[in-house]
């Protein structure tokens, strides 16, 4: 019944408004050659990120011969992949229409559980057990899996607003990485025979024909994402969810699943994120991906996902990812002072956002053209 | 008789949907003039153009004479022309004297707001509208619906209105409101206020109404003096003379009982209260009744998407006692809801994806969708239903309301119900689009579906409903068949509490 309480506000405020009304109505000139027009811009926006980050690699590379380079690419790409991974997870909660903050913090506690798993063992009753690599890896991703299943349940069971609900995580699960070491940090992480827990530095150390694990693993995660969110019946619920979710309940959808699913998806990628990042520091330390959250929602709007819901790629998200990877790395070549390179990142998201609204009435005022 | 405000061959076109066609329209100074019609018969078109808030696509207006341009709702207001909406527009969060001051705050000094002042002449407002009992200071969200409704009249009473536009402001108000209401409005008309009054309950403007025009599939087809008419006359205007022609009438043998419903209770602002029906294969049977008599509760209940607080529903003879969608759905029933935009449509995807997003489990091969099935299925049910599309890959929101509803209609399909919910299913589309729809429901019952829907519009549930049965505040008050249902009798049953005695 107060549906229409912003109508009302509109109502109110359009005193400092001057009537758009008539301009809106004026016939528009020369159509067809606009409609092409309109056309080519809607392709360019469509693509911007990857026009973006083509520009991003011509001026850096014209301004520092290095950028370029096989061993810089190989290196920012490493750095892109854990933001890729975290931001793939992000995603999907926002695809649903939803958000999650505590990523970061998962991935510090996922941290956390693998490094002293790796350097002090487990305490049993019969004495400490030492996992495996695998086991610590599978235990560490299970670890953010159930902690996001918990951000999904406060959301729908107890119907706490995503953005509070991880928010309250942001700082617990954080919290909880700091209690499990008193707030100290696990030094060494490479196993030993005896114990049979070495290899822990293949995932964030090694390379596969001269590429780093790490990035394989962002390749593998961004190939199941896409045929999750495209070619599954979860995945177009996941969109159905986010686009309009009164539709959804009447088509039979369990939304309360999917968004528990989606927070579990979200939970599970920001873990392996955290044991990338700390099996390439050799270290596990709470403070561990400390505000990567933000650069992970970053990736994904920068991708052109809509906060709202309903809308975005994967690939996307990718892209998104290395354009801010790609660009942080080059301010740092060229030299660009730290607090410069907020400065410009920040403005580059914002920037962004302003050119998906562009997006999106080009694309309707062409839909309305053409119907 | 002098006129104050002259709308003179306006047209209104929404895309391709004609909502208004040359029409022209007088209210007259200090009289209340009642404007009457079926749901998207134009009148609050009309109205949405005289209080500034839509633009004329041709046509001009009059006030007193003059030709002025409302370019805004500020506009309208700026010259006198008031208008309540149907729905309300008020802040919840804020209290009555707020609301009555939102956006022209009393000042004190040149930035301070006079909130004492505002709380003394938001008492004067309130006593004038028979609440001296209510303070100022309550917030408008604490309020029952019917005060707020009268909140939101206080508000026009502040400013300095000549026309007021009233679009049926009764609809949530209880008798002792209305009649506070009517009186306010006799006031309202000795201080030579005019007031132009939308409302579809003829017993209650029939009461107050000195002019009467009656809208029809968006033209002016009466303009009368109420004492020179009856309501006979006035539901023969609003329906028109050949209704059957529009519609198909359902003639499929009935067979076995596919819906069962006893004692269905649904608490809530708008209840179901103990509502029983049953719906038989090859039968159409039509709810009639008027806006928030629980119609639109009752359906989507019966689909799971409320919670019973009593009652059984039995499809096929079965029993379906978890009253969740996916049971609901599972044992046979399926709904069109009333409102497209909101509980239809995901307008941010395809027509495919949105016909296919109930059955998408059907279309796997392996877990993963089977593009070449998907594209079959949903262009099997387009052809079926003879859906215009340009494409099964464009957005939803390109295609007409129509389009949109048999978009709708065939995810409903897929989902192999026996019984189908129909809200309304041909709200807020165009004539020819109505007739294809009614259509469409006679096939199904033809198939042995057994169809229930609702519907505002007399000459539609006369002509298309086996069965119409009549709800009012949450219970259904008559029954009638076909052979004896009559609109003076629907209006009567739909108006009263009473249960009232069908000729059986």
Redesign the interface.
């Known amino acids: 019944m107060y549906g229409c309480v912003l109508e009302g506000w509109e109502k109110m405020t359009d005193t400092h408004v001057a009537p758009p009304k008539k301009a809106a109505a004026a016939p528009q000139p020369d159509e067809p050659k606009n409609t092409a027009l309109a056309r080519a811009a809607l392709l360019l926006l469509r693509g911007r990120t990857l026009v973006v980050l083509v520009l991003l690699i011509i001026i850096f590379s014209s301004i520092s011969s290095e950028y370029l380079t096989q061993s810089n690419l190989i290196l920012m790409t490493k750095h892109v992949a854990i933001n890729a991974i975290l931001a793939i997870g992000v995603t999907f909660v926002i695809l649903t229409g939803g958000i999650d903050l505590s990523v970061g913090s998962i991935a510090g506690l996922a941290s956390m559980v693998a490094g002293g798993l790796l350097f002090k063992g487990f305490d049993m009753p019969g004495g400490t057990v030492f996992f495996s690599v695998a086991v610590v890896i599978l235990i560490g991703i299970v670890v953010g899996a159930l902690v996001g299943a918990v951000n999904g349940v406060l959301i729908t069971r107890f119907k706490v607003a995503p953005f509070i609900a991880t928010l309250g995580m942001l700082y617990v699960a954080r919290g909880a990485a700091q209690l499990h070491s008193d707030g100290g940090t696990y030094p060494d992480l490479a196993g030993t025979e005896a114990r049979g827990n070495t290899g822990f530095g293949f995932i964030g150390v090694d390379s596969i024909l001269g590429i780093p694990v790490a990035v394989w693993i962002m390749v593998v995660v961004a190939a199941a994402a896409i045929i999750v969110t495209t070619k599954t019946p979860f995945g177009k619920r996941i969109f159905a969810v986010g686009g309009n979710e009164r539709a959804a309940v009447l088509s039979g959808i369990r939304v309360n699943r999917i968004k528990i699913a989606v927070y579990v998806i979200s939970g599970a990628c920001a873990a392996l994120a955290g044991l990338l990042l700390t099996s390439e520091l050799g270290a596990a330390y709470p403070d561990t991906a400390t505000t990567y959250e933000l650069n992970a929602i970053a990736a994904a709007v920068l991708g052109g996902t809509a906060l709202a819901g309903g809308r975005g790629t994967i690939i996307g998200t990718v892209m998104g990812a290395f354009v801010i990877g790609f660009l942080s790395d080059g301010l740092v070549l060229v030299g660009v002072s730290t607090f410069w390179q907020s400065v410009v990142k920040g403005a580059v998201i914002v920037f962004a956002v302003i050119t998906e609204q562009a997006q999106q009435r080009l694309q309707s005022n062409l839909t309305k053209r053409t119907a | 008789m002098p006129e104050i405000l002259e709308a003179r061959n306006i047209s209104k076109n929404y ?1 391709g949907v004609r909502a208004l066609k040359d029409v022209t329209f007088t209210a007259y100074r200090g009289k209340v003039n009642v404007l009457v019609g079926e749901n998207g018969a134009g009148k609050s078109t009309l109205m949405k153009i005289l209080s500034g ?1 839509e ?1 004329p696509t041709s046509g001009e207006i009059l006030l007193e004479g003059e030709p002025v341009q409302l ?5 309208a207001q700026a010259r006198g022309i008031g208008i309540i ?1 149907q ?6 969060n804020m209290t009555i004297a707020e609301n009555l001051f ?2 022209r705050e009393l000042r004190k000094g040149s930035r301070f707001v006079d909130a004492a002042g505002q709380r003394r002449q938001a008492r004067e407002v309130l006593q004038r509208l028979g609440q001296d009992r209510l303070d100022p200071g309550t917030l408008v969200g604490d309020l029952p ?1 019917g005060q707020q409704q009268l909140v939101e009249i206080g508000r026009v009473l502040l400013t300095d209105v000549r026309v007021l536009i009233m679009d049926e402001p009764t609809s949530a108000l209880s008798n002792h409101e209305v009649d506070v209401l009517f009186d306010v409005m006799g006031d309202l008309r000795r201080d030579d206020v005019t007031v132009i009054y939308i409302s579809h309950k003829l017993d209650e403007f029939r009461r107050i109404g000195d002019w009467v025009t009656v809208f029809r599939d968006g033209s002016l087809v009466a303009h009368e003096s109420m004492s020179r008419t009856d309501t006979g006359w006035i539901v023969r205007q609003m329906v028109g003379r050949d209704p059957d022609s529009l519609y198909v009438r359902n003639s499929s043998p009935v067979g076995d009982v596919l819906l069962d419903v006893r004692g269905l209770t649904v608490p809530g602002t708008v209840k179901v209260d103990d509502v029983s029906l049953t719906v038989r294969a090859g039968e159409v049977v039509g709810i009639y009744g008027l806006m928030g008599a629980g119609r639109t509760e009752l359906v989507e209940t019966l ?1 799971g ?1 409320r919670k019973a607080s009593a009652g059984e529903v039995a499809i096929k003879g079965k029993p379906e006692p978890k009253g969740t ?2 049971a609901r ?1 599972a044992a046979g029933l399926a ?1 069109v ?1 009333e409102d497209r935009q ?8 395809s027509v495919r ?1 949105n016909i ?3 059955t ?2 059907r ?2 091969r392996g ?3 089977n593009g070449g099935a998907e594209q079959r299925t949903a262009k099997d049910k387009v052809g079926e239903l003879a859906i215009k599309i ?1 494409g099964l890959g ?2 939803v ?3 007409s309301g129509g389009n949109q509803q048999k978009v709708v209609l065939a ?1 409903a399909l897929l ?1 192999d119900p026996v019984v189908l919910l129909l809200d309304e299913p041909t709200r807020g589309i165009d004539v020819g689009a109505k007739s294809q729809i009614a259509s469409l429901m006679a096939d199904l019952a033809a198939q042995g579906f057994g169809v229930l829907f609702i519907s505002s519009e007399l000459a539609e549930v006369m002509a298309m409903a086996d069965r119409v049965l009549v709800m009012a505040r949450g219970r259904v008050t008559a029954e009638f068949t076909a052979e004896n249902v009559t609109e003076e009798a629907l209006v009567s049953a739909s108006a009263s509490e009473s249960v009232l005695e069908a000729a059986k």
Do not use: K, N, Y
């Open positions: 895309g808030s633009q370019g805004s709702p500020r506009d909406h729905e309300l527009s008020l802040f919840p939102a956006g619906i689909m998407m969608v996916q759905m709904l809801p909101r509980d239809g449509l995901v307008q941010t995807m994806e296919l997003l109930a998408l489990a279309m796997t877990g993963l969708l340009p464009a957005l929101t390109a295609l995810r989902t």
